[in-house]
């Protein structure tokens, strides 16, 4: 028994020798006991600290604080003899519920080692702040109330609408045209709710394929089908917990997922694909529409009751041709834009082009207005947009016009602006040729002279 008590005290000393670093104290801070490797570290001999009072071996210790409290200490970083950073941890020894002393180890004893470990741990908080980051850029919105550029009656109204209905958690259906900036209004509602710093999660049910919407929407469980990821996958709805989900474009909603949503609204749950188990929800429905769902609905093509399910609150987004007297503000608010992401100098536009603008039925509204903007300015680069800079869309414009009126007053208009855009295009062709820019109009120059002063063209 005495030999089988020595091997087992031999091979506990050979464990604790190939420690970086260990020191233990009794109960009143005395080394019991220092291996070599910590002796060489601390410039001490072994026998020679045996016995001794820890801190005149190393002053900036706590063994004998850990050794009176009882409370560990784990990762403390101290510099031994001013100049080797060490990471230690100090471990009461407690027996039958009494502490009797205190153990530490070294963890790393080399200055290279330390400054690895905290590049390291440096790199990692750097990875994770920008995960977070991404994380809280992919769950933000970012558009409030405030930015939607506009301040006509019709506008206004749908403002005051929205200021009412966002902070409840009723299911708004934005009916509008495409391009009438639909989205924008849905993340306005999402940022004046209280859900304002839980996800936005967005889906266009138009822009999936039939057959993935529903995994996309509801999520799957691993193995619900062939291809299905390891572990399944949370859809949109999960996603979306606690926080606004919004339908775009829900009247492209197959109908065989109409049920399926009917039951997700009325019961505040899901299942995922190929699952059993029910996740509860608590998410705000936000739904748009660029159709006439009555009509769809007359059509068959959309379950009634679904329909007064999402319509508990329409908000009808104006066209832009039902609120012309944004035009002016909007083309101001898409020059500093474009200026900005193109490196432009454009500073204005001229009056009577915001007059053609106005007169315009912009079928695409917003966005259509945007990019006829950005195509103008790239080809300006610097200066005042005129109608020259728009004269691929004339055409379009005096189309309207002359379709709008049918009276003299209107033609005249209609011809004043043709002839203004033909002058406008023989200066261009010939490079600001006088003689040139008359002989293609087939005018004599002094008539050219006359109608440039007529029209203020320079």
Known sequence: MDRLSETYK????????????????????????????????????????????????IPQTRMDIVAKTGQEEIGSVHMINGITPVVCNRIPLVKEGKTIGAVAFTTFRKLDEVAGLFSEINRLNLELKEY?????KLRETKYTLDQIVGSSVQLNAVKEIIKKVAPSKLTVLISGETGTGKELFAQAIHQLSPRKHKPFIRINCAAIPKDLL???????????????????????????????????????????????????IQEQEIERVGGVKTIALDVRLICTTNRNMQELVANGEFREDLFYRINVVEVAIPALRERSEDISELTQHFIKKINSNHGLGISGIQEDVLKLFAAYKWPGNIRELEHV???AAVMAISGELNSQHFDYLMPRLIGDISVESGKTAGLERVKTIAEKQAILNALANHHGNKTLAAKELNIHRTVL???LKKYGIV
């Open 214 to 264: 529903e995994s996309e929407l509801f999520g799957y469980e691993e193995g619900a089908f062939s291809g299905a990821k390891k572990g399944g996958k949370p859809g949109k709805f999960e996603l979306a917990n606690s926080g606004t989900l919004l339908l775009d474009e829900i009247n492209e909603l197959p109908v065989y997922l109409q049920s399926k949503l009917l039951r997700i």
């Open 373 to 375: 903007m950005e195509r």
């Open 10 to 57: 031999e091979f506990l000393e050979t464990v604790l020798e190939q420690v970086d670093g260990t020191i233990v104290t009794d109960y009143e801070g005395r080394v019991v006991y220092l291996n070599k490797k910590y002796a060489e570290m601390l410039g001490v001999d072994v026998a020679a600290s045996l016995g001794k009072h820890v801190r005149e071996i």
């Open 449 to 451: 002279y006359s109608k």
């Open 132 to 136: 977070k980051s991404e994380l809280i």
